[in-house]
């Protein structure tokens, strides 16, 4: 059962609201703690996460916030009229105390929140008729020092060791009827061989926010046997390994990556700004981005010109693939029955490179890649404009996520002046080969790659990003 429909229909906790079932509104907001990666009250989407994938956690709903009064964030949204119809405000609410528990964590010397931080956090939360004028006022006017925060009301420390010791209990749910839904979580890697070896079809699941998408439009791909890495400490790790190659496990959400690369890869951080929303990020997998194979996933690209390696692990024990030849077809990964990826390993861009990675959607916020694209260069010798090196990598213009090699290979060695850009479009046109479908047609895609291609060009000869 996903855990909105939980609190809804088995413990009548109805403050929580379901509004598109895809993790697309934010209506369904509630606030997660978990030991394992940092105790920090999140928010998620409730409509498309599992109860079951969420053992050992701590949530807080809307209709446990108020307590004999309404919190500076609810009394806020009254006074400043952020409410209509009422229908998305527990989400907005749910998010903005997130936002307060963050503040409060971090950084509590301002005494109020900004515009800018507001928006950034609400770009997961719909209002379909107040608007968010009223809804960014009413925060901005929440002084901090009255907000008291949510772990010194829901989550003490004695809760947290309780926790913790429940951690470290694998977990096993099975329906009884046959074909019915099970869950594994085991605490140990090994152990999750061991199962996958057992039943090799069962679904690896992350976040489950693609699966938990599929489960509601009752499509088949969900699944119904899963395993859950969420109870195994190691996997939750970002390291260094090898010269200038970053490890990340298959539990890192993409909130946890952007905090890690902020600094080390910006234009990585920036980038992941334009993947989903808040709530999806924190809780969905850099693995999970990878392993749903999607040709518009948006971090494959990068991963791509970042010379990444899949870790995995099976019956017959571990082996690596380039993620260059992870990807076999549409929706088609190198991967065998029983395996599971254990991490990702990629590049640190030098100081010496430049990175530039693009993503076209119909909107800005919350929205699949038409098309995106990564570029990784490096300059020949200081003086020189020639281009001594470059990796080229693209999404949604082929059935998988693609290296371009060929226009690489004739890119090498040249100064990207407007006549060696045009040639390399040719051979770009060459190399790809989009399909038709509802967010483009092959023709405008192939627009949209050779206009990143120019942009990147552009930005190369020392244009500004408009
Ligand atoms: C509202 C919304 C917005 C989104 N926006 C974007 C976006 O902007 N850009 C984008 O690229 N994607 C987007 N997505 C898709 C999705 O959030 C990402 O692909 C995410 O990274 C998936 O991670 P997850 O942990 O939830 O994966 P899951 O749903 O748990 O799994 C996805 C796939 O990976 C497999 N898998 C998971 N873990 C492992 C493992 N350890 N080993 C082997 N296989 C594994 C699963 O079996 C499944 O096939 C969006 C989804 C939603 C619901
Ligand atoms: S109901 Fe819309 S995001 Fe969950
Ligand atoms: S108040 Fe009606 S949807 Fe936001």
């Known amino acids: ?80 009229h952020g409410s209509q119809c009422g229908y998305c405000t527990p989400g907005f609410v749910i998010t903005l105390t997130g936002l307060v528990e963050k503040r409060l964590r971090s950084d509590a010397s301002r ?65 009884p009827e046959p074909g019915g839904f099970s869950l594994h979580a085991p605490t140990r890697l090994a152990d999750a061989a061991r199962l996958l070896a057992r039943d090799p079809d069962a679904r690896l699941i992350g976040a489950g926010t693609d699966l938990g998408v599929l489960h509601n439009k009752g499509k088949s791909g969900g699944g119904t046997r899963f395993v859950s890495l969420h109870l195994i400490p190691e996997l939750y790790r970002i390291r260094r390994s090898g010269r200038g190659r970053l490890w990340v496990g298959a539990r890192v959400t993409l909130s946890e990556l952007r905090t890690a690369l902020k600094n080390r890869i910006p234009e990585f951080a920036r980038f992941l700004d334009l993947f989903a929303s808040p709530q999806i990020k924190n809780v969905a997998t850099l693995i999970g981005n990878v392993g749903n194979a999607s040709p518009i996933a948006d971090t494959p690209p990068f991963l791509l010109v970042a010379r990444a390696t899949v870790r995995l692990l099976g019956p017959k024990g571990g082996r690596s693939v380039p993620l260059e030849e992870f990807y076999l077809g549409y929706r088609q990964t190198a991967a065998r029955r029983g395996e599971l990826i254990l991490a990702i390993e990629f590049d640190l861009p030098s100081a010496s490179e430049r990175l530039a990675l693009y993503k ?107």
């Open 360 to 466: 076209v959607s119909q909107r800005k916020d919350l929205d699949i890649s038409g098309v995106n694209a990564a570029f990784r260069v490096k300059k020949g010798a200081r003086g020189t404009q020639a281009i001594q090196e470059i990796r080229i990598a693209m999404g949604g213009v082929a059935a998988v996520p693609l290296r371009l090699r060929k226009t690489e290979s004739f890119l090498a060695g040249k100064a990207l002046d407007p006549e060696t850009a045009r040639q390399a479009l040719e051979i770009l046109q060459s190399e790809i080969n989009p399909i038709s479908d509802l967010r483009g047609s092959a023709a405008y895609r192939r627009v949209l790659a050779e206009n990143l291609f120019l942009r990147f060009a552009r930005e190369q000869s020392g244009e500004s990003r408009p």
């Open 1 to 80: 059962m996903m855990l909105a429909d939980y609190l809804r229909l088995e413990r009548a906790l109805t403050g929580t609201k379901i509004v598109c079932a895809e993790g697309d509104c934010g209506a369904c907001s509630v606030l997660r703690a978990f030991p394992l990666s940092g105790s920090l009250f999140l928010p998620i989407n409730s409509c498309v996460i599992r109860v079951a994938q969420l053992d050992g956690s701590s949530i807080v709903t809307v209709d446990g916030l108020r307590d004999g009064k309404l919190t500076p964030i609810q009394d806020a949204i009254v006074r400043c």
């Open 111 to 175: 005494a109020r929140l900004e515009p800018k931080e507001i928006k950034n956090a609400l770009t997961g939360n719909l209002c379909r008729c107040t608007g968010y004028q009223p809804i960014v006022e009413a925060a901005v006017s929440v002084p901090l020092s009255e907000c008291v925060s949510l772990e010194e009301r829901f989550f003490p420390k004695t809760r947290q060791t309780e926790l913790r010791k429940i951690l470290k209990t694998p977990l096993a749910l099975a329906s």
